[in-house]
């Protein structure tokens, strides 16, 4: 690719964000490489926060999972890698570094306000301003197991907990300092003598009335990511969010495209274009070469899809237990079961399994694969591969063109897999004008360049 015009871009003066996703439960890491670390030992997320810290990183970010991933009822045997709970995680990660943002997944089906907020508002406090919340529903019934109500809401009622949600916990938020007033119909807050408001939210989903515990911390609240891709999703990423943790960051057209229609709902929300940032998830493999790149991207998806993955994941289309079948074999012969969309799946759920069938079986004819090779190459892919200064070039051109504000950046590695990243490719993307060359400010919310909150 060649390297873009700078001035011959929409957005010339445009500068990437990266956050590190540190993924616990997951079948992405490479578990066979002989470097390959604990996902719950706590100096794995130490050395992986302070890489990402030396890297100029604006977060430090973890997903949320409260149970094993389970299909038909069996654990994926890669997902005993386990996951520690984020908040204590990520509280344990303030005292060991010192500008990085710090973000928690944490979802609003199974937590609520009164408690979910004051812990989020505890790691800002406690961070000096670093915190962030990616405000995820959570979207499958086994999950909702562990809980009284089990999975309990359909995907639009997820979507109306979510938002009255989050405006209890502004409102929680804002309950301390200078009496403030968080006025909406459903959460309001009343000043009362001294610095202490409270805060009664009455709403369909809500009934609190508390007196907030905590003051603001200097970044005023905790920046707000979101992760959820529906139209839904969106609109409430529009209207709420600071940030938008997509899945639209490897084709540059899908991710120009994603970026623009979340602008179009940015402006149908009536906030201001420069609101939101969009950081795509995505892995980065790097090579001295394109050739070395390539091979050893292809090693990172042979140990990525292990035969017990290729079956778990060609068995999500099947929607079949196929954990007997030979991952070296064929693709299985009967066409995929279709049920009725119940939504305990979620968004691991393949809309139109049998068109997706005819297409991996016509390709893995056409090639010889078998079910495994198959997975390889047409399961879901995961991220950009090349030499520092190619995938400089390539990042470089997604943010000047406005299709990403910087990335959420999965290692296949775990702990050492930024080390790459931060060595070699933040100094190619400095030397393009694109990358911070330190921190300006201390807290997450001056680090993406957002505005404080009303
Ligand atoms: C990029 C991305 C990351 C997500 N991460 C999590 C997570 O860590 N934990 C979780 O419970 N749900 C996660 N979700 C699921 C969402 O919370 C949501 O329940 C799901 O995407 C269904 O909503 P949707 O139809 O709007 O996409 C994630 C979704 C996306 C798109």
Do not use: C
């Amino acid at each position: 690719m060649t390297r873009t015009d700078p001035h011959d871009v929409p957005r010339p003066d445009a500068r990437l964000h990266f956050g590190v996703f540190f993924q616990g439960v997951n079948h992405w890491t490479v578990w066979s490489h002989p470097e390959s670390g604990s996902q719950i030992d706590p100096a794995s997320f130490r050395r992986v926060a302070q890489t990402a810290e030396r890297g100029l990183f604006d977060a430090f970010f973890l997903g949320d999972g409260l149970r094993l991933r389970e299909t038909g009822g069996r654990i994926h045997e890669l997902d005993v890698a386990g996951r520690p709970d984020s908040l204590a995680q990520l509280s344990a990660l303030a005292a060991v570094t010192h500008r990085i943002g710090l973000v928690s997944t944490s979802n609003t089906t199974f937590n609520e306000p009164g408690d979910l907020a004051r812990r989020l508002a505890s790691l800002d406090l406690l961070s000096d301003g670093r915190a962030g919340w990616n405000v995820v529903t959570t979207d499958n019934a086994w999950t909702g197991a562990n809980f009284r109500r089990g999975g309990f809401l359909d995907h639009a009622d997820r979507y109306r907990r979510a938002e009255e949600f989050l405006t209890v916990a502004r409102a929680i938020w804002d309950g301390w300092a200078d009496g403030a007033v968080a006025d909406s119909a459903d959460a309001r807050a009343w000043s009362v003598p001294g610095s202490v408001g409270r805060v009664r939210a009455a709403g369909a989903q809500f009934d609190v009335d508390l007196v907030p515990t905590l003051p603001r911390s200097r970044q005023g609240h905790p920046v707000i990511f979101q992760a959820g891709d529906s139209p839904e999703g969106r609109d409430f990423a529009a209207r709420n969010a600071d940030v938008i943790f997509s899945a639209h960051g490897q084709d540059f057209d899908d991710a120009l495209a994603f970026a623009e229609d979340v602008r179009r709902r940015l402006r149908a929300a009536g906030r201001p274009q420069d609101a939101l940032r969009i950081l795509p998830g995505t892995e980065i493999v790097i090579g001295a070469t394109e050739k070395e790149a390539e091979e050893k991207a292809r090693w990172v998806r042979l140990e990525q899809v292990t035969p017990a993955t290729a079956l778990a994941v060609a068995g999500r289309v099947w929607n079949m237990d196929l954990s007997g079948r030979d991952p070296d074999g064929p693709l299985p012969a009967e066409d995929p079961v279709v049920v009725e969309d119940t939504g305990a799946f979620g968004s691991s759920r393949i809309a139109d399994p049998r068109t997706v069938a005819a297409e991996w079986r016509a390709k893995a004819e056409a090639n010889g694969w078998s079910l495994r090779e198959t997975v390889i190459a047409l399961g879901p892919q995961r991220g950009h591969v090349g030499t520092p200064s190619g995938l400089a070039d390539t990042f470089t051109r997604f943010a000047r063109h406005g299709a990403v504000d910087g990335f959420n950046i999965s290692p296949y590695l775990i702990p050492d897999g930024l080390d790459d990243i931060v060595d070699l490719l933040v100094p190619e993307l400095q030397e393009r004008g694109v990358y911070r060359t330190s921190y300006t400010g201390t807290t997450l919310r001056e680090h993406l360049g957002l505005r404080p909150p009303a």
